[in-house]
């Protein structure tokens, strides 16, 4: 009664997947006899694959007070084009973490305050050219009433800003994760 565990697995088979083809840039010039540089992208259906992978998850309550949760999940892409020109998307494979793994503690502090402490581990995206990472995340509550709740959260807590996606297509600035520390209420009715 006090360990659950779960598990899933998938595969997935996929044809006709949306792709991005980069052809051949030229130099051109305008009417009025300005050079540019003519770069044409063009949209097809020429990328298929397969996805598979699992997760696994436990959640364990050593004491009345004490709640422990932990998972582990595994995403495999195989991704393939069926014209020989190499596309922007075939890239998608190393968009997404191959593994990620999340630790959460809840301690009971009384009746009515909670307090929570998480790391999640999440993979290098090779594609983006982002590296691995660890955060970790913190929760306070307090039930004020049995439908209100009233919590301070912090997340991304061990670094003050982190990269976790990047610009494909078109180059723009990265975006990056900050730091954060906000305030919540909960009412549930």
């Not at 996805?51 to 195989?78: C, I, K």
């Not at 970790?136 to 003050?160: F, H, Q, Y």
């Amino acid at each position: 009664s006090r360990l659950t565990l779960d598990a899933a697995a998938f595969y997935n088979d996929y044809d006709r997947l949306y792709n991005v083809l980069t052809l051949q840039p030229e130099l051109r010039f305008s009417p009025a006899g300005e050079a540019y540089l003519h770069l044409p992208i063009t949209i097809d259906n020429n990328l298929f694959g397969e996805t598979y992978g699992g997760e696994v998850s436990a959640t364990w309550q050593p004491l009345d007070h004490w709640r422990l949760r932990a998972s582990y999940s595994f995403l495999r892409m195989n991704l393939h084009l069926k014209t020989p020109i190499l596309p922007v998307t075939e890239g998608e494979e190393g968009n997404s973490p191959q593994n990620q793994v999340f630790l959460w503690s809840d301690v009971d502090l009384g009746r009515r305050v909670e307090w929570g402490l998480g790391l999640r581990y999440v993979d290098h995206l090779p594609g983006l050219g982002i590296s691995s990472y660890l955060e970790m995340d913190a929760r306070l509550a307090w039930k004020a009433t049995p439908n209100c709740e009233l919590s301070i959260v912090g997340r991304n807590l061990l670094d003050s800003h982190h990269r976790e996606f990047a610009p494909v297509v078109i180059g723009s600035k990265d975006v990056e994760v900050d730091r954060a520390v906000y305030g919540k209420i909960t009412w549930r009715f």
